[in-house]
């Protein structure tokens, strides 16, 4: 722990749709968690309109594109011992991962805090993350990899349609949406390839509910769930564009607790260090159960599970980056709990999206698996009503 002097953060990300805003949070959190142990910081994120950039938050800023070309040439004047990559998004999991392969990491001897590089690539890349998951016989979404039009088109016979076609390694499921034949399915695997080299096309389970857990894992293996959120609007509609509310309303018992094992069952196996979010879809009639994705880094819902808590899921995740175990950690909103309880709510919290779509001429204004809000309330109450209500 003590031979990390200096640790290098990428940041939030230009100003878009489904970037930016969202990882403020968790960036300016993981700022402060380093700060506190006496760490230098070097920050590279472009947008001036965040928190993370404000004075006195990180020691150096480079208003840089989080891209491996400028990240290259930070590492080369700043030397960081270590580099934090969960905490800008998709973004900059994309540019960790690329900066790995190029082994720009290795030549700086750059040293990869938290999740191993080998465990986002594990969650990112379809084939693999089903593999995974298939050696600990979790379910997944039957969806095929597929690198062009022609072997979508088989992809989407062989599973039959309807299919939803989503860009890998994408952000706010861009180039994503259903098809219920052919030609649908020509128009958007065209959009798609113009994202990702690799497009997803996948069994589509329109109406089954949406339900995330946010968890936590240090590197002893400690996890903990901190919180469970539920959708309002079944899936297909992408959870940025969807009611949330936190915790679970509709689950059983015995559907909680089975899908709170399976995520820490999961989290163990993939071996991520600090926070992870699993999303599932769930039929509404049984207890069946796929596991849409794992993301292997802080999201929009970790913002939203860390404010509905009081648990701050960013601070305690960068700690855990740097080695300390869960047990070592106090919950600095409650100041007298470990970081090692799972918080219990006895109130609800509902999170509604908010659309701008007037600045766009032409947008479609339906709700789909591609992100179109650009913000969103919170609403806390004691009931599902009054918090609904209140957002």
């Known amino acids: 722990m003590s031979t990390i002097k200096k640790v290098l953060l990428l940041g939030s990300g230009a100003l878009k749709i489904g970037e930016a805003g ?36 990180a020691n150096h800023i480079y208003y840089l594109p989080v891209t491996p070309f400028f990240v290259e040439k930070v590492i080369e004047k700043e030397h960081p011992d270590g580099i934090l990559l969960s905490f800008g998004g998709q973004t900059a999991l994309n540019c ?43 379910k997944t979404i039957q969806s095929e990899a597929v690198e062009n039009i022609e072997s979508a088109r088989i992809a989407a016979k062989r599973l039959g349609y309807p ?9 706010g499921g861009l180039g994503s949406g259903f098809c219920d034949n052919e030609e649908e399915l020509n128009k958007l695997a065209e959009k798609a390839f113009s994202f990702s080299p690799q497009v997803l096309v996948e069994k589509s389970l329109k109406g089954w509910k949406e339900v995330e857990y946010e968890v936590v894992r240090d ?20 959870t940025g564009e969807s009611i949330v509310i936190a915790p679970s309303q ?20 993939i071996g991520i260090v600090g926070e992870c979010n699993v999303q599932y879809a769930l039929d509404p ?15 929009r819902s970790s913002a939203l599970a860390s404010k509905a808590t009081g648990y701050p899921l960013a601070f305690v995740a960068a700690k855990l980056g740097l080695g300390y175990g869960l047990f ?31 600045k766009f001429h032409g947008v479609d204004r ?18 599902f009503e009054e918090a609904i209500q209140k957002g």
């Not at 015995?254 to 820490?264: G, N, P, T, V």
């Open 22 to 57: 969202e990882f403020d949070y968790s960036g300016s959190q993981a700022l402060k968690a380093l700060r506190e142990e006496g760490i230098e910081t070097v920050l590279i994120n472009p947008n001036i309109a965040t928190v993370q950039t404000s004075e006195g938050v």
């Open 250 to 269: 509709t689950l059983t018992n015995s559907e909680y607790h089975k899908l709170r094992e399976l995520a820490i069952r999961i989290i163990r196996h």
């Open 96 to 138: 960790g991962v690329e900066l790995y392969k190029k082994g720009i990491l290795e030549k700086y001897n750059v040293q990869v805090l938290g999740t191993p590089v080998q465990a986002i690539m594990d969650t990112e890349d379809r084939e693999l993350f089903v593999k995974k998951l298939d050696e600990i016989h979790v």
């Open 219 to 238: 590197r002893f293996d400690n996890c903990i769930t901190v919180c469970n959120m539920e959708n309002f609007d079944p899936l297909g509609i992408h």
């Open 366 to 383: 339906e709700l789909g698996s591609s992100m179109k809000s650009v913000g969103e309330v919170m609403a806390i109450g004691r009931t």
């Open 328 to 358: 070592d950690l106090k919950n600095s909103v409650t100041q007298t709990t470990s970081a090692f309880f799972e918080p219990a709510l006895d109130y609800i919290v509902c999170k509604i999206p908010r659309w701008d779509l007037g």
């Open 285 to 299: 009639n049984s207890e069946d159960y796929r596991v849409i994705e794992v993301n292997a880094r802080l999201s």
């Open 163 to 171: 299919v939803i076609i989503r860009a890998a390694y994408a952000l």
